[in-house]
């Protein structure tokens, strides 16, 4: 059965080829990939139950060699967290096409065909357990991605996609740097069982990289353009599933392979992940249209998440894998949400809307339960996992967990500030009374997305427990090196 | 026992989703029934838990149990699990009982608003929280309660969406409560790296080992909660705002049980508190102050329920003060009748906003004694209760702790002053407002707006539960009385044994001072408002300013947050985003045009060019060879 | 086989190069150009010839023939440019044609 998790990469693709190459009509081209989707939820689901989760280490893996004189070979596996990442990453691809399905897109063909690209490449970059590999899918993301931003886009879709690339390439061939030089000198491109490496030369050009696309102030110069311009579903999936890559690539990479660096370089780290959220969150707090706050809250809390991953003990890794699940649900349905009210509203901005929950009570229902489960009201799944990354980011220092309540504060403020403004007074002058309540259809894609918010809210465990095996420090200092 | 105790806290969860997922299919006023039976059934289970508890001894009523793993990373693990032991079933007694009343009489008081089934499922909502918050078994599950009835109470004070002043009262009220479970959480880290868990049996028993300031630092963080939650000084600016809600909302959320939830919070983990006797006196020292404080700015209030607002700052200082000083049983005693003569003030206050069609403010009052006698009876039995005026309620549960004060030292006989001074406040200001709505002439407005309630179920709804409220907070009081008869410190002791207790002459002599003060603060009431004999002095701008607490904090915390988020996007977000590549694009231009510079288009240049390389590369080889 | 050393017809031929060089770097009209350029490549022919004698091959001699036959290529395209350049009423002046500046 270990040809799972490949399985799990082509089916999207061959979807895309599928697409591409048979002549579909435009409404079958979309429900096409809505259907592959769907099928990729079930093929994780399946995978889910195959799974043991009480070992450690790597599994329904697969390995054939590619270069043999360079020791590359073709190797996929998943972890217990990559699983869960998997998982994270098809269900939000899913509902992000059944958004662009719902709200429907020109030239369709080309835009699912890319969409199930960009699935199987997110798949492609959790699961790969070879340098050269994962680099590969990790550039094989950005080429779906700068045709959706660059196409698709708004007004401004052309600067955002430019700043976009550059800064990603930039991150990206210092990384290859990193993996060349890597590669060469352990003599294997291979991530299991390879040993560490001491070099900090070696993980800065990693750490460029990931610290780029997470991002890690101060290299989020790309984000507000990026959020701002793409279509809701590629904001959602761009915020939601391609920042946890990079989180996921300090996780297996960075911190299993260096722990030398790692703890040379934790207090820089820290520090601007802790500027990062508290910078997040008060431009958050002063952000004029609806997307501009789920961006910087997007930052701060990629802040929060790399805090529980540096903070390398059990309470940090777990708490950061399951905020890493949180996070992507939570923004992604945020920015669903919004680009619902702006197709109701021709407008994002904050001081034209306002007064939505009069006589639309399903908006109100999912934007208020959203809203206050990002900001991680005590008793949801986002504040587990944030109260599991301060309690291990504590133990590195008190100062870390102050920053971190503070943090909780200034989400307080600034989640409350958008659900006012957006639902609450009076409606604003680009709400009109035609703007209708969720459709059925929204409500598809909507509903599932909350109701595993909430499920996790009530068990968090599901993800807490069944992450490392028994412990996250000792994986990390075992099966992961 | 324990199934019951489950059945307690997920039955009114299960009435809100089932409320949220019917939505229109259910009626308005079956919503209303379906959340009042769920409350109900808690209220029974509440019961069933507190007899199986009474068949134990004393020493085993302790009585853990839990579901499934909540939270978990390596060694540490967080339970979804909940606790049968006196002390939590005090409180489920008190909070489902109380809120079933309440509940109830909401189905009366909101009858015909667009919204019921909205309303509802938030009541529902927030009796689960607070269930959840006074059951739960370990700290973390303890913060989630805590978090989720700020959660409700923000949905419930702005749950008129539409009138400005409601969210932004909403919104204050969540944040000042956010500051506290920001410092909750940093008391719940520290605890963690002390002892590795949150569950109470394994946290409790360490506190004394603790250092010294380790075990400040936790029960200042504590405090910062439970400060923040009850809306004591210095984060009480949100209560009065709070009343933007409906009546209901304020009678059991504002008045019975969320803000009573610090009070429960310092008594649970009084082993922590006792490990910091510094802090602990600060509790009881902030609660001294707080009810000081309150109980001035009661007496210029012109609204109705502002005044019973900060009266329940007031006594929750009371609580606090008890609390403080080790009084734990005192305290609860108070909590406990509070929340029946509280609860009846505000609903028999509801019942006078109702029959004037909204107005609250007392000015516009007067003579309502006439109009509605019953409402007037029930007033002036809650208002006899809240001054501690014997046989009522307040008097036995106040005194106990006033008593409990002199019995603690210099310190708590500074406080017992400070106490004493509240009582005459509380007559004061409560009879203000009882002489204001209800004796004298009744006023042009009563004349022209008012309206009788009708008998039918509306009527039945909002008269029962006034009434049973009536009947104890008349006789609530009984449940203790002094060092005589004490079921409730008894009922408490295995969980939160007493620090202090008073002797036979201080409760005497305290109780004496205290009814005399009560009285006489009635009786200046009575003077200035009653009969009219004398003119209200002029009030200080001090006091209509509550002491200028919301100026200073838009001071020192809104507008420098404000300032550093405009500043911050100004100078750093613009020229980083925008600069950033501006001045890479405008590197590399500078690049290529440097390099421009090379293609002449001169042939001879490039001859040159080639020439010069030639010797220069012959040269090197030469060399080289 | 008898006649003057090598080295004396090395310098001719290097003498015959630098000329030609000196005047590709210096002249202005392309005519002159064209002509210093094969005054180079005739000196260039000398050395090889030169050398072919020298170590008693024909490689060399070979290899001179092989560079008259570019010479003389490269001569028609360039007496063709200019020849173009005349029609266009072009300024014959090297220093003048730099449309393909950067």
């Not at chain 1, 699912?112 to 199987?120: D, E």
């Not at chain 2, 600069?579 to 440097?594: K, M, Q, T, W, Y």
């Amino acid at each position: 059965m270990h040809w799972l998790t490949t399985a799990l990469i082509l089916l999207p693709v061959g979807g895309a080829l599928a697409i591409w190459i048979l002549p579909l009509q435009p409404f079958a081209v979309g429900s096409t990939a809505l259907l592959v989707a769907l099928a990729e939820v079930g093929l994780w689901i399946d995978s889910v139950a195959r799974f043991d989760f009480s070992k450690p280490g790597l599994q329904l893996d697969q390995r054939t060699s590619w270069f043999s004189d360079l020791h590359v070979s073709y190797h996929v596996g998943l972890y217990g967290f990559s699983l869960w990442l998997v998982g994270m990453t098809v269900v939000v691809m899913a509902a992000a096409i059944a958004y662009a399905f719902w709200a429907g897109r020109d030239r369709p063909r080309a835009y699912y065909g890319l969409m199930l690209l960009l699935t199987g490449a997110l798949v492609g970059v959790f699961a790969a357990q070879d340098l050269l590999l994962f680099y590969v899918f990790w550039e094989a993301m950005l080429i779906p991605l700068y045709v959706l931003v660059g196409v698709w886009g708004g007004a401004g879709r052309l600067r955002a996609t430019l700043v976009f690339v550059i800064y990603t390439m930039a991150g990206s061939l210092l990384m290859l740097a990193s993996i060349i030089v890597l590669g060469i000198s352990q003599g294997t491109f291979d991530l299991v069982g390879s040993g560490t490496n001491g070099s900090d030369w070696i993980f800065l050009g990693f750490v460029a990289a990931f610290a780029v696309k997470a991002p890690l102030f101060p290299l989020h110069a790309w984000l507000p353009e990026a959020y701002r311009e793409s279509s809701p579903e590629v904001a959602a999936v761009l915020s939601g599933v391609v920042s946890k890559a990079a989180a996921y690539g300090f996780l297996r990479i960075a911190i299993s392979k260096f722990p030398g660096p790692t703890s040379d370089f934790r207090i820089p780290i820290l520090v601007l992940a802790g500027c990062g959220l508290i910078y997040g969150s008060l431009l958050a707090f002063r952000a004029p249209d609806v997307r501009g706050v789920i961006a910087y809250s997007s930052l701060a809390q990629l802040g929060l998440i790399t805090f529980g991953l540096f903070a390398v003990n059990d309470l940090g890794l777990n708490g950061a894998v399951l905020q890493m699940v949180n996070h992507g649900l939570i923004s992604a349905t945020l920015f669903l949400l919004a680009g619902g009210i702006e197709r109701r509203a021709a407008t994002g901005e904050l001081a034209r809307l306002g007064g939505m929950a009069r006589g639309r009570p399903a908006l109100a229902t999912v934007l208020m339960t959203t809203g206050i489960i990002a900001l991680a009201v005590p008793g949801s799944t986002a504040f587990a996992g944030e109260f599991a990354i301060l309690a291990g980011v504590f133990r590195t220092g008190w100062a870390w967990a102050v920053v971190g309540g503070i943090a909780i504060v200034l989400a307080a403020m600034y989640m409350l500030r958008l659900i006012s403004a957006v639902l609450h007074v009076s409606p604003g002058p680009a709400v009109s009374d035609a703007a209708l309540d969720l459709r059925p259809a929204e409500l598809g894609f909507l509903v599932p997305l909350v109701a595993c918010l909430l499920v996790l809210s009530a068990w968090p465990a599901a993800i807490t427990d069944r992450s490392f095996g028994s412990s996250p420090s000792s994986a990390i200092s075992g099966v992961l090196r | 026992m324990i199934a019951a105790a489950w059945i307690c806290l997920f039955a009114p969860l299960g009435a809100a989703i089932a409320i949220t997922l019917l939505g229109q299919r259910l009626t308005r006023r079956g919503a209303g029934y379906l959340a009042t039976t769920s409350v109900g059934m808690s209220f029974v289970a509440a019961l069933v838990s507190f007899a199986g508890l009474l068949g134990d001894s004393p020493s085993q009523r302790y009585h853990p149990s839990t579901l499934w793993r909540w939270l978990t990373a390596g060694p540490y693990d967080f339970g979804m699990r909940i606790t049968v032991d006196p002390l939590s079933v005090f409180m489920m007694l008190v909070v489902a009982g109380v809120g079933f009343l309440i509940v109830w009489y909401s189905i009366g008081y909101m009858d015909g608003d667009d919204e019921e089934r909205r309303y509802f499922a938030y009541m529902a909502l927030f009796v689960f929280s607070m269930l959840l918050l006074v059951q739960s078994g370990n700290l973390l599950l303890l913060l989630a309660g805590w978090g989720l009835v700020g959660l409700s109470s923000y949905l419930l004070i702005g749950f008129w969406h539409e009138r400005p002043s409601a969210i932004a009262a909403a919104k204050k009220a969540f944040v000042m409560n956010a500051v506290g479970d920001a410092t909750m959480a940093l008391a719940l880290f520290l605890l963690i790296q002390r002892t590795g868990s949150l569950d109470f049996e394994k946290v409790f028993p360490q506190a004394p080992a603790f250092g010294g300031w380790a075990a400040n630092l936790i029960a200042l963080g504590l405090l910062g909660g439970a400060v923040a939650k009850s809306a004591q000084l210095p984060l009480q600016t949100w209560l009065p705002d709070a009343m933007e809600g409906p009546t209901p909302v304020s009678a059991l959320i504002h008045a019975a049980t969320m803000v009573t939830a610090g009070v429960y919070l310092i008594v649970r983990t009084h082993t922590l508190f006792e490990a910091a006797p510094r802090v602990e006196e600060l509790a009881a020292g902030l609660g001294a102050a707080t009810l000081l404080l309150a109980g001035l700015i009661a007496l210029v209030q012109t609204d109705i329920k502002r005044v019973i607002a900060y009266s329940t700052m007031s006594q929750i200082g009371y609580m606090f003060l008890g609390a403080g000083l080790g009084a734990y049983a005192n305290g609860m005693f108070h909590l406990m009748t509070h929340a029946f003569f509280k609860a009846l003030l505000f609903m028999a206050a509801g019942i006078v906003i109702h029959a004037l069609a909204g107005e609250q403010d007392m000015r516009r009052m007067g003579g309502l004694r006439q109009f509605l006698p019953r409402t007037y009876w029930a007033f002036m039995v809650g208002a006899l209760a809240l001054a501690g005026v014997p046989p009522f309620a307040g008097f036995f549960s106040k005194d106990s702790i006033l008593a409990a004060a002199l019995a603690h030292g210099w310190y708590g006989q500074l406080l017992w002053v400070v106490g004493m001074v509240g009582t005459f406040l509380t007559g004061l200001y409560t009879f203000r407002m009882l002489f204001m709505a209800f004796w004298g002439e009744p006023s042009a407005f009563v004349r022209e707006h008012f309206h009788a309630l009708n008998r039918d179920v509306v009527g039945v709804s909002l008269a029962v539960p006034v009434g049973v409220l009536t009947v104890l907070a008349a006789l609530g009081g009984w449940l203790q009385f002094a060092d005589v008869w004490t079921p409730v410190s008894n009922w408490l002791e295995p969980v939160a044994p007493a620090l202090v207790e008073a002797s036979g002459l201080q409760e005497a002599a305290s109780s004496a001072i205290a009814v005399v003060l009560g009285i006489t603060g009635i009786g200046v009431a009575w003077w200035i408002y009653g009969a009219r004999r004398a003119e209200a002095p002029r009030s200080l701008p001090l006091l209509e300013h509550k002491f200028y607490f919301d100026e200073l904090y838009d001071a020192l915390f809104y507008r420098p947050t404000v300032f550093l988020a405009n500043a911050l996007l100004k100078w750093v977000e613009r020229p980083l985003v925008f600069g950033s590549v501006r001045e890479l694009a405008g590197a590399i231009r500078e690049l290529g045009l440097e390099t421009r510079s090379i293609q002449t288009g001169l042939v001879r240049t490039y001859a040159l060019a080639i020439a010069a390389s030639v010797a220069v590369a012959t040269l090197v080889f030469v060399v080289v060879r | 086989m008898n006649g003057p050393d090598v080295v004396w017809y090395l310098c001719v031929a290097a003498f015959l190069f630098c000329t030609g060089a000196l005047g590709v770097l210096i002249r202005r009209s392309p005519l002159i150009v064209l002509l210093s350029l094969e005054i180079m490549l005739n000196g260039s022919n000398l050395a090889l010839i030169a050398f072919a004698r020298h170590h008693g091959r024909e490689d060399g001699q070979i290899f001179a023939l092989a560079v008259m036959a570019v010479a003389a290529s490269e001569v028609v395209v360039g007496l063709g440019l200019i020849v173009a350049m005349a029609r266009r009423r072009l300024d014959l002046d090297v220093d003048k044609l730099r449309t393909l500046r950067g």
